[in-house]
Nanobody, 128 residues
């Protein structure tokens, strides 16, 4: 049974930074890509960032390119999302996603081409 736990969310002023973490248990992520999605109040869940199983070829939503960076640490079985230059429109619940099949690329994760397991989410609030 895969279990994902996000952490690192909080309240930050516009222009600030946060680093989100997603710790996986029940599966080692060394052969799995992972992704981050977010859902703002009244909106659908949207893609934010993804990383391929080999740790490269990241994909980002246009709205976060140049500000966010995704990385994964296989030794810690954790994926991270470094968020810089935060804007009020980044306010949302952030969820990590782990595909149920190995060797996923970031592009497939971004389009949710395969079934994924979700974490419970972590709230990010950016004040203006």
């Amino acid at each position: 049974q895969v279990h994902l736990v996000e952490s690192g969310g909080g309240l930050v002023q516009a222009g600030g930074s946060l680093r989100l973490s997603c710790a996986a248990s029940g599966r080692t992520i060394d052969t799995y890509g992972m992704g981050w999605f977010r859902q703002a109040p009244g909106k659908e869940r949207e893609f934010v960032a993804a990383i391929s199983w080999h740790g490269g070829s990241p994909q980002y939503a246009d709205s976060v390119k140049g500000r966010f960076a995704i990385s994964k640490d296989n030794a810690k079985n954790t994926v991270y999302l470094q968020m810089n230059s935060l804007k009020p429109e980044d306010t949302a619940i952030y969820y990590c996603a782990l595909p149920q099949i190995p060797f996923s690329t970031a592009i497939r994760i971004a389009t949710v081409a395969d079934s994924v397991s979700w974490g419970q989410g972590t709230q990010v609030t950016v004040s203006s």
